[in-house]
DNA sequence: AAGCTGCCCAACCGCAACATG
DNA sequence: TCATGTTGCGGTTGGGCAGCT
């Protein structure tokens, strides 16, 4: 759209994808397992770019795939998270059974920056949050800009202080614990605490117990990167523990990096 | 009914990290 | 250690649609 095309895709298909496409790249990677997203497109018979292909099994296709109806809890999870993690939508999504990371990133951009903007009053929960959270940008005349090395919002100086003032700058997650590679794996030989709709076209992957699903998801188990285990939430703490908690994780967190 | 406007989200892009030789 | 190829991530775009005038 606007831009150059990527790789040498002359010839190449571009834009939304037909059921036929889907099918055939469900089909080859149902056969053959993810991967050699390269030269997948040519053994499915696709005349797509390999980052096509994997872009659209990602956010479409994938087995367990959610769509739609973030739940309150999610929404509250994923704010909690941008205010932990920044704009590390790949690391928030890995927190959010079925969800993508292109999903939570549109919901950010859609829905949440309206709704914290809009929110006169601070966040109670996270006040920094009150402030200018990242905004879809007008298209900048510069080339892409790199990733902000902290992409968390500014700290408001009428908010109590923060611990977190850095964050890790954004790292590649090492493919061991890659979504991909790391909850679907889990998923598979762990007990499904999590089991996706059920209209499914494809058999449901079960996710690792992330949090319980009682109607309150401060009963989190939450964790990071790394096996990193965040400590269960206490619901029935006030907010302010609850927010000291985030900040104790953060840290710990900091740490094991 | 037609035109306009703004929003949503699927898909694209460039870049950096990772993998391999 | 370096060069080259591949993969994954986050920012951005724009087509399509709903709501409004």
Same mark, same amino acid.
């Given at each position: 759209m606007g831009r150059s095309p990527c790789c040498s895709?002359?010839?190449?298909?571009?834009?939304?994808?037909?059921t036929? $496409? *889907?099918?055939?790249?469900?089909?080859?990677?149902?056969?053959?397992?993810?991967?050699?997203?390269? !030269? /997948?497109?040519k053994k499915a018979d696709l005349m797509r770019c390999g980052?096509?292909?994997?872009?659209?099994?990602?956010?479409?296709?994938?087995?367990?795939?959610?769509?739609?109806?973030?739940? $309150? *809890?999610?929404?509250?999870l994923i704010v909690r998270l941008h205010g932990l993690l920044g704009n590390r939508? !790949? /690391?928030?999504?890995?927190?959010?059974?079925?969800?993508?990371?292109?999903?939570?990133?549109?919901?950010?951009?859609?829905h949440l920056l309206k709704k914290l903007n809009s929110a006169a009053a601070p966040h109670k929960d996270l006040p920094h949050l009150a402030t200018k959270p990242t905004k879809h940008k007008k298209p900048t005349p510069a080339k892409h800009k790199k990733p902000t090395p902290n992409p968390l919002p500014p700290i408001d100086d009428a908010a109590p202080p923060k611990a977190k003032v850095c964050v890790p700058k954004p790292i590649r997650v090492s493919s061991a614990f890659s979504r991909s590679n790391s909850y679907d794996s889990l998923a598979s030989n762990s007990d499904a605490?999590?089991?996706?709709?059920?209209?499914?076209?494809?058999?449901?992957v079960p996710w690792p117990p992330i949090f319980e699903l009682d109607g309150d998801y401060g009963g989190a188990d939450d964790f990071l990167d790394g096996g990193f285990i965040l400590p269960v939430l206490?619901?029935?703490?006030?907010?302010s523990s609850d927010v000291n908690m985030l900040e104790q994780v953060y840290e710990e967190y900091l740490q094991l990096l």
């Open positions: 895709k002359v010839g190449l298909r571009r834009g939304p994808w037909s036929k $496409e *889907d099918t055939l790249l469900a089909n080859y990677i149902t056969q053959n397992g993810e991967g050699q997203w390269r !030269s /997948l497109p980052k096509s292909c994997r872009l659209r099994w990602m956010n479409y296709l994938r087995p367990g795939i959610k769509r739609g109806n973030i739940s $309150e *809890d999610e929404e509250d939508w !790949s /690391l928030i999504a890995g927190r959010l059974p079925g969800r993508t990371d292109n999903e939570i990133k549109n919901y950010w951009n859609t605490a999590y089991v996706p709709e059920k209209d499914l076209s494809f058999p449901p206490n619901h029935s703490d006030s907010i």
